[in-house]
């Protein structure tokens, strides 16, 4: 199996410019989620988006109700002793 070379995949190159605070950063994520089709990919782009502080897409969930009975874990369950 090949492995994926760093300087020619798109992801690994925006992600990295994510980390370092490229100010064109968020407009090569939204270029690259407006071209792209496979929601895994656009589901990691959403994700950078949001690092970056932007408004995540339609793929992202909304935010959680407090004190949802369908919800399958209670909030800060961790912290109980």
């Known amino acids: 199996?090949?492995?994926i070379d760093p300087k020619n995949d798109p992801l690994y190159l925006l992600t990295k410019a994510v980390e370092e605070g490229d100010p064109e950063a968020?407009?090569?994520v939204k270029d690259r989620l407006n071209k792209?089709?496979?929601p895994s990919?656009?589901?990691y782009l959403e994700g950078l988006l949001i690092l970056l502080g932007e408004q995540p897409g339609e793929l992202e969930d909304p935010p959680d109700v407090e004190d949802d009975?369908?919800?399958y874990w209670k909030e800060?369950?961790?912290f109980e002793v």
């Open 36 to 38: 792209s089709d496979n």
């Open 76 to 78: 800060n369950d961790y």
């Open 26 to 28: 968020a407009k090569n």
């Open 41 to 43: 990919e656009m589901r």
């Open 1 to 3: 199996m090949k492995g």
């Open 69 to 71: 009975p369908d919800e």
